[in-house]
């Protein structure tokens, strides 16, 4: 049974940074993409970044391009998000989701992952 676990939210200042964590026990790495998502209230969710390891690209949403960066560590099976210069518009639930797949993710729709985490909680005060 593969299981995502999202975490590292938390409440933080326009300008700071955060990195996020997922951690994803019984998904094998091998022909995958990787992504984050969000939504915030009254808002569809979102995909911000993603990762297919076909050709080892990645694709960002324009509103997160140059601040965001998706990664992983295989060896630890966990999935990250670091987060610059954070905007109170990136106030969000954030999930992580992951998919076995020789498809390269782009853009990162939500329907082309088939696992989800438990979002985490990224709020930004102005």
């Known amino acids: 049974e593969v299981q995502l676990q999202a975490s590292g939210g938390g409440l933080v200042q326009a300008g700071e940074s955060l990195r996020l964590s997922c951690a994803a026990s019984g998904f094998i790495f091998d022909n995958y993409a990787i992504g984050w998502f969000r939504q915030a209230p009254g808002k569809e969710r979102e995909g911000i970044a993603c990762?297919?390891?076909?050709?080892?690209?990645?694709y960002y949403r324009d509103s997160v391009k140059g601040r965001f960066t998706i990664s992983s560590a295989i060896s630890k099976n966990t999935i990250y998000l670091q987060m610059d210069r954070l905007k109170p518009e990136d106030t969000a639930v954030y999930y992580c989701?992951?998919?076995?797949?020789?498809?390269?993710?782009?853009?990162?729709?939500?329907?082309?992952?088939?696992?989800w985490g438990k979002g985490t909680q990224v709020t930004v005060s102005s």
């Open positions: 989701a992951a998919v076995t797949t020789q498809m390269v993710v782009r853009p990162c729709f939500a329907y082309y992952m088939d696992y």
């Open positions: 990762f297919s390891s076909r050709d080892g690209s990645t």
